[in-house]
């Protein structure tokens, strides 16, 4: 964690009273923004908040979507909490979402995936990661959009998942949803990362700071 950050949960400040989505205000319990290490070179993004980080207001806690990142992050080293924690204690990663509000009966409309993207742009510009791990096909969609050549349907991320794509000065990694995979499918992300991200210089595809 950078020297100068104060707290992990919501570290840029955005608005955590944000009423900018009719349809989700009265909806959800909780506004989730980011959580983690604003110097971060790994940034984990799902499509919206899962049931237990709408309860508690920190991404990926509370429920067994949660737990089996939070595992991950433990397996990769970015975690030095239990995967039952409320409040993670996490260093080189930084975990967030498309849209920062639940409905529990539907996913998010693209109207509100358009206007909460200010936030994740927002979030990426000022982390600056080397690597993304989109979370779904939805999120894999959207980004490889914004930053890889790709368009929304040409990469599918049940074939992507735990593989390395090229984007515009970072890579993506893509991630099945968390509700839906499987053991066998968590083990080969974790493989893959510590045997073909963590094996090799990243960087070289930034060329920016050292650690």
């Known amino acids: 964690m950078d020297a100068e950050q104060d707290s992990l949960a919501n570290p840029f400040s955005m608005d955590a009273d944000c009423r900018n989505c009719d349809g989700l205000c009265e909806a959800r319990s909780n506004v989730v923004h980011g959580y983690g290490d604003v110097g971060a070179e790994f940034l984990f993004v799902a499509e919206r908040p899962h049931a237990g980080a709408d309860r508690t207001g920190v991404p990926f806690t509370g429920d067994a979507a949660g737990r089996r990142l939070q595992s991950i992050l433990g397996e990769l080293g970015f975690a030095r909490s239990e995967p039952e924690s409320e409040e993670p204690d996490l260093q080189n990663v930084f975990l967030t979402y498309l849209t920062r509000c639940r409905h529990p009966e539907r996913a ?76 066998a499918q968590t083990e080969a992300f974790v493989e893959h990362l510590l045997e073909n991200v963590f094996a090799r210089d990243y960087r070289q595809t930034k060329g920016r700071r050292g650690r």
């Open 108 to 183: 998010p409309t693209d109207e509100e995936v358009r206007t909460c993207e200010p936030y994740l742009n927002a979030e990426v510009r000022m982390i600056n990661p080397e690597i993304i791990v989109p979370i779904g096909q939805r999120v894999l969609d959207a980004l490889a959009t914004d930053y890889t050549t790709n368009r929304p349907g040409d990469i599918d991320v049940r074939e992507a998942h735990a593989t390395t794509i090229r984007g515009r000065g970072f890579e993506l990694v893509p991630m099945v949803d968390l509700e839906s995979q499987t053991d």
